[in-house]
């Protein structure tokens, strides 16, 4: 029997990407790092603030509460959240040093602190319910994003909620699209489909999954959009009377 299409796009992917993953993702990031930011903002056309506090208006965030931004590459969500909600306790975990080093440097000269983990996603260090809100933005191509949905539930606390910003394809992509490496760079050919996004944070556990798409790209080789993905762990249940609480 055939395993279902979820199952089989999830191993072609990873037989595609990784050697990416593995191998070249790091030192790709460590060139990077220096001109991150600034090619973020000429690649979104000089809209790259406006498009940080378009996803921050999409997250749910309350006072004093701990936040983790997973894949925080130089801080840009930790930065924005901050600006949000100056109370906020913020938690980065990213894979790569010489991005950190970059986004310690920018929240400290806008007098922030965030908490930095040199730290792989697929296992986060930290312990269960620990955290109210959990970030992931541009980093789900990189990940085995079964394993890393069900750390991220691990660590979040009932009720928590889980915010992404992502590109996300929608229906078949070419073989050709995906396997294109500048493409991947841009976000797009590694990008998972929007129906699988949602069924494998289901399969993760949560509730609530919603995808809003907020702009779309047509190619010949198949369709993209850019989302915002929202999904929370399920919170307990009040009591309902006496039998149910013995
Ligand atoms: C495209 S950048 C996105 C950074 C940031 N979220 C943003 O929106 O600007 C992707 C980041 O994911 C990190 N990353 C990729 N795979 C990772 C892994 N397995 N564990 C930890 N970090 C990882 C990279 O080091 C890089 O900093």
Not at 22 to 43: C, I, K, M, Q, S
Not at 91 to 115: C, N, P, T, W
């Given at each position: 029997?055939?395993?279902?299409?979820?199952?089989?796009?999830?191993?072609?992917?990873?037989?595609?990407?990784?050697?990416?993953?593995?191998?070249?993702?790091?030192?790709?990031?460590?060139?990077?790092?220096?001109?991150?930011?600034?090619?973020?903002?000429?690649?979104?056309?000089?809209?790259?603030?406006?498009?940080?506090?378009?996803?921050?208006?999409?997250?749910?965030?309350?006072?004093?509460?701990?936040?983790?931004?997973?894949?925080?590459?130089?801080?840009?969500?930790?930065?924005?959240?901050?600006?949000?909600?100056?109370?906020?306790?913020?938690?980065?975990?990213?894979?790569?040093?010489?991005?950190?080093?970059?986004?310690k440097r920018r929240a400290a000269?806008?007098?922030?602190?965030?908490?930095?983990?040199?730290?792989?996603?697929?296992?986060?260090?930290?312990?269960?319910?620990?955290?109210?809100?959990?970030?992931?933005?541009?980093?789900?191509?990189?990940?085995?994003?079964?394993?890393?949905?069900?750390?991220?539930?691990?660590?979040?606390?009932?009720?928590?909620?889980?915010?992404?910003?992502?590109?996300?394809?929608?229906?078949?992509?070419?073989?050709?699209?995906?396997?294109?490496?500048?493409?991947?760079?841009?976000?797009?050919?590694?990008?998972?489909?929007?129906?699988?996004?949602?069924?494998?944070?289901?399969?993760?556990g949560f509730d609530g999954v919603?995808?809003?798409?907020?702009?779309?790209?047509?190619?010949?080789?198949?369709?993209?959009?850019?989302?915002?993905?929202?999904?929370?762990?399920?919170?307990?249940?009040?009591?309902?009377?006496?039998?149910?609480?013995?």
């Amino acid at each position: 029997m055939n395993p279902p299409p979820i199952a089989t796009r999830e191993i072609a992917r990873e037989n595609q990407f990784n050697v990416v993953w593995t191998e070249e993702l790091d030192e790709v990031f460590a060139d990077v790092a220096p001109y991150y930011d600034r090619a973020n903002y000429v690649a979104s056309l000089g809209l790259w603030g406006w498009f940080l506090r378009r996803f921050m208006a999409t997250v749910d965030i309350r006072p004093h509460e701990r936040v983790l931004d997973v894949c925080a590459g130089t801080n840009a969500i930790g930065i924005a959240l901050l600006e949000r909600e100056p109370t906020l306790e913020v938690h980065a975990i990213d894979r790569s040093a010489e991005m950190q080093e970059v986004g310690k440097r920018r929240a400290a000269a806008l007098g922030f602190h965030i908490e930095s983990v040199i730290h792989d996603v697929h296992r986060l260090p930290f312990p269960d319910n620990h955290f109210d809100v959990v970030t992931l933005q541009f980093a789900s191509r990189h990940l085995r994003v079964r394993r890393v949905f069900s750390e991220i539930y691990r660590v979040l606390k009932p009720g928590g909620r889980f915010a992404v910003s992502d590109v996300v394809s929608r229906g078949p992509v070419t073989d050709e699209l995906r396997r294109d490496m500048a493409l991947w760079v841009g976000c797009i050919s590694g990008a998972l489909d929007e129906t699988d996004y949602a069924a494998k944070l289901r399969k993760a556990g949560f509730d609530g999954v919603s995808l809003e798409t907020w702009r779309e790209y047509d190619f010949s080789e198949g369709k993209f959009s850019s989302a915002f993905i929202r999904a929370s762990k399920p919170a307990p249940q009040p009591c309902c009377g006496t039998e149910c609480c013995r």
